[in-house]
């Protein structure tokens, strides 16, 4: 690259001292000064960036470079400084396994730390609340459904978001991070989105990063910081992983650094009026979505139960292996429906025969199976109704044909409505 600037700079030199010798209007003077800032310029760009020196440097560079935006200050510093004044603090951490704290221990994963630094600094005693809404395996399709459930019943006032590794790039993905950002932002919610990367440098972060920087949110990435220590042979995966995509406990101890930097340095930023994108990026569907289980939902059921085996969703409702075949039937209002189930990789599950009915003709019909070579028991979700506007819902759920004694698990549904 360097090489490429110091030809395409000799190239500007010729073409300069070309119109010096015979171009009309072209004074040598005039020439001579571009081509001596030209020169200049090129010796410029052949100078290697100055890289750290010391550990401690390329430490503190590795701090600064997750620091991907500060975004709108505002809602920020009004949240701490109301914290400060004695006012509660709600503190809600929403995304995966590595929000869960998985390569760590409840106590030493980087939610628990950032939360106990930003107590420390911020809080006057018992006012700062800690609510971790991490669950492995999960995406944002699933992280909005359950939105409300976990996190806007805490009430909270700054919520972290993590889903680079869990999400892909589809557009159902990228909707769905959108109507978790907005819903937040909407709830006068202070957004801080957190950028993860696994092994072979998996990461989403280039489209929440347009998202963050649309809604102007702060965002903080270690998939940058340590890509940076990996490309100067500083770091390896290994000594922040033991795996191919969870920090390890150093792993996390290094994240919550970087999110201790943002808030050791936000209330030092200069605050301007925050306005709000009225219009979203992307078409929202997921948008205000409210999740049934059986503490709210009470369908008609034969030969299905009450509960089920997957922490997080252990009220859903069950088809145990060995019963017979029985129907289980919701009714609802809504526009679009979403069915949350189980997802295993062994035999004792089988297809469930899936039947909706929207105002009163059969919308879809179809088998579902939870059987898949990478599940381990995480929770899944599809749509299964879509809608313009509110319509009736009829869904009907049996165990398809030849698949009567297996097991099947629905954890829940969801649905959005006008």
């Known amino acids: 690259m360097i090489a490429k600037k110091i030809v395409a700079a000799a190239a500007v030199l010729a073409m300069l001292s070309t119109c010096a010798a015979g171009l009309t209007g072209c004074g040598d003077k ?13 010796d410029t760009s052949s100078e290697e960036e100055k890289l750290p020196e010391t550990d401690e440097e390329w430490h503190t560079t590795m701090i600064n470079k997750s ?38 221990t409840p106590d030493t994963c980087w939610a628990k730390l950032t939360y106990d630094h930003i107590a420390e600094k ?26 409300q459930r ?33 819903t937040l932002i909407e709830n006068d919610v202070a957004v801080v989105l957190v ?26 990435s270690y998939s940058d910081a340590i890509k940076y220590m990996f490309d100067n042979g500083k770091m390896v995966w290994q000594d922040f992983s033991d795996d ?3 920090p390890n406990k150093y792993g996390h101890t290094l994240v919550a650094e970087m999110i201790d930097n943002y808030f050791d340095t936000v209330m030092d930023q200069k605050a301007e009026e925050y306005t709000y994108p009225t219009e979203p990026i992307n078409s929202i569907h997921e948008y205000g979505a409210q999740m049934l289980d059986n503490t709210n939902c009470k369908p008609e059921m034969e030969n299905w139960e009450e509960g ?44 469930a025969h899936i039947t909706v009915t929207k105002d009163g003709e059969v919308y879809d019909e179809f088998d579902l199976d939870p059987v898949d070579k990478s599940g381990w028991g995480n929770p899944q979700t599809k749509c299964i109704g879509m809608s313009a506007k509110n319509a009736e819902y009829e869904i009907e759920i049996t165990m398809a044909d030849g698949e009567d004694d297996r097991y099947f698990s629905v954890l829940g549904l969801a649905y959005t409505a006008d």
């Not at 005039?30 to 090129?42: D, F, H, I, L, P």
């Not at 991907?68 to 920020?76: P, R």
């Not at 072979?200 to 965002?219: A, K, S, V």
């Open 30 to 42: 005039s020439a001579e000064s571009t081509a001596e800032s030209a020169a200049s310029a090129a």
């Open 67 to 104: 620091l991907t935006s500060y975004g709108n200050v505002s809602k920020m510093q009004e949240k701490l400084k109301a914290a400060q004044a004695g006012e509660k603090l709600n503190i809600s951490y929403l995304g995966g396994s590595i929000t869960e704290g998985v390569g760590a």
């Open 122 to 147: 911020f809080g006057t005693g018992e006012n700062v609340n800690y609510n971790n809404a991490g669950i492995s395996g999960t995406p944002s399709k699933l992280g909005i459904l359950r939105l």
């Open 150 to 182: 976990d996190v806007l019943s805490t009430d909270p006032d700054i919520c972290f978001v993590e889903f680079a590794v869990n999400d892909g790039m589809e557009s159902d993905y990228q909707s769905a991070y959108e109507s978790i950002i907005r």
């Open 195 to 220: 950028f993860a990367r696994t092994e072979n440098g998996h990461t989403c972060q280039e489209y929440m990063q347009q998202q963050g920087e649309y809604y102007g949110l702060p965002m903080i």
């Open 244 to 246: 191919q995509s969870h």
């Open 308 to 351: 089920s085996t997957i922490a997080h969703f252990n009220e859903g409702w069950t088809h145990k292996y060995g019963d017979k075949n029985g129907t289980l039937k919701f009714t609802l209002t809504g526009r679009f429906v979403y069915l949350i189930y189980e997802e295993n990789n062994w035999g004792d599950y089988g297809k």
